[in-house]
């Protein structure tokens, strides 16, 4: 029997799992699909952990803690969430070890309502980096202008990051010398190069939906015909992006004092609509030297029927770049689709914080209810 997600690492696809909850670490969960599905990463968003925290009764007891002590909402999420991550470090430690600092590493996100407040943001990576205290946890940063800054201050400090929220090509270019700037300050302050790690996550299924979305608006034949290819095609773009970065003089200097590349990660690569084949996300996008976080819906799909042809990105450059040009023929306006992105990818994690804060402050609040009745 052939086993895809074996195959998909073979061609040099790291998979990792995006989710994770108290219930995967308790139960032996996620130790489970790092040891059968070949998983060796994780990563999180302020989704991931709302719906954990609302879908289950194993946070009880902390939050009756934290109850107790009069802890704000915000640092409440701080301390079920670090904890969290915390745990997964030490599932995946092994991995970490073993790939020498490679994989085996877990993404826990800077307060997304920072997101366009540079100094705020580096110093919330700084208390999540102290507060975890593990070598294989990854700060998410997204990857706005103001994010960029932040980005080279903690990899030049040897924090390792994941640059979240990325959709343009010309914004993965500007996360990439942001990437070289950090790797060449953590080198003047004399730090060990081969243990900053960094991935840079290109969102996929969404530019689909919304290109789609405009497609069908245009409705005509043509514009049908080119439905459900732009995210796989914009992906390969930046892969090609990150062949002409990491062949670079530049990146050499760097990578014979020890430095590890930052790797391109696929993320959003579920399918979002019915229609399309619900492993087009991994299976269209194996290249050497990527990662793809998948929930595990995904994971799952490719595991029971995905069909991996082995590499499916380099090579397709030009085909990749005409379809945009066929894309801009028709009235789809790139530069808009991704502006439109990365703001609407932002406001949802916010709206997501926020809606955890709630939940918390209503959980905490039913505590001290309870405590005062007694």
């Known amino acids: 029997m052939t086993d895809p997600l074996r195959q998909l690492s073979r061609e040099g696809v790291a998979i990792w799992l995006d ?12 130790a489970a699909l790092v040891r059968d599905k070949h998983v060796v990463g994780v990563t999180t968003n302020p989704t991931i952990f709302r719906n954990a925290i609302s879908a289950s009764d194993i946070y ?5 803690q934290l109850a107790q002590l009069d802890v704000s909402a915000a640092e409440a999420v701080r301390l079920i969430t ?16 073993a790939s020498e600092g490679r994989d085996g590493r877990v993404s826990i996100e800077v307060d997304p309502r920072l997101a366009h407040d540079t100094a705020r943001t580096l110093a919330e990576a700084r208390l999540l980096w102290w507060m975890v205290d593990r070598p294989n946890l990854l700060i998410k940063i997204p990857a706005t202008e103001e994010g960029l800054p932040a980005i080279s201050a903690c990899l030049a400090e040897g924090i390792s990051v994941n640059v979240t929220l990325i959709f343009s090509l010309a914004r993965y270019e500007a996360v990439m010398a942001a990437f070289l700037d950090g790797i060449e300050g953590a080198q003047r302050a004399g730090r060990d190069l081969s243990r900053i790690g960094s991935v840079a996550s290109f969102f996929i299924s969404r530019v689909d939906t919304e290109i789609d979305r405009r497609l069908d608006k245009i409705g005509t034949t043509q514009a049908q015909m080119l439905r459900g290819k732009a995210a796989v095609a914009n992906a390969r ?3 090609r992006l990150h062949e002409q970065v990491f062949t670079s003089e530049r990146w050499r200097r760097l990578a014979a004092a020890g430095a590890q590349p930052q790797r391109p990660l696929w993320a959003s690569t579920s399918v979002k609509d019915p229609a399309y084949d619900d492993t087009r996300y991994v299976v269209d996008l194996v290249a050497p ?19 991996i042809k082995g590499d499916t990105v380099r090579g397709r450059y030009t085909a990749a770049r005409e379809l945009f040009d066929q894309l801009a023929a028709i009235g789809i306006d790139y530069d808009d689709v991704v502006r439109g992105l990365e703001r609407d990818g932002v406001a949802k994690f916010q709206a997501s914080w926020t809606e955890l804060l709630e939940d918390v402050e209503t959980a905490l609040a039913s505590h001290r209810s309870r405590r005062a009745s007694c």
Not at 84 to 95: E, F, N, Y
Not at 289 to 307: C, I, K, S
């Open 82 to 97: 670090t904890h969290d991550v915390r745990s997964a470090c030490d599932v995946l430690r092994p991995i970490y070890e």
């Open 237 to 239: 773009l930046a892969y």
């Open 289 to 307: 030297g990527t990662v793809n976080t998948m929930p595990e819906a995904t994971l799952q799909a490719v595991a029971d029927h995905g069909v």
């Open 19 to 30: 989710d994770l909850s108290r219930q995967r670490l308790v139960s032996g969960d996620l």
């Open 60 to 64: 009880d007891e902390q939050l009756s």
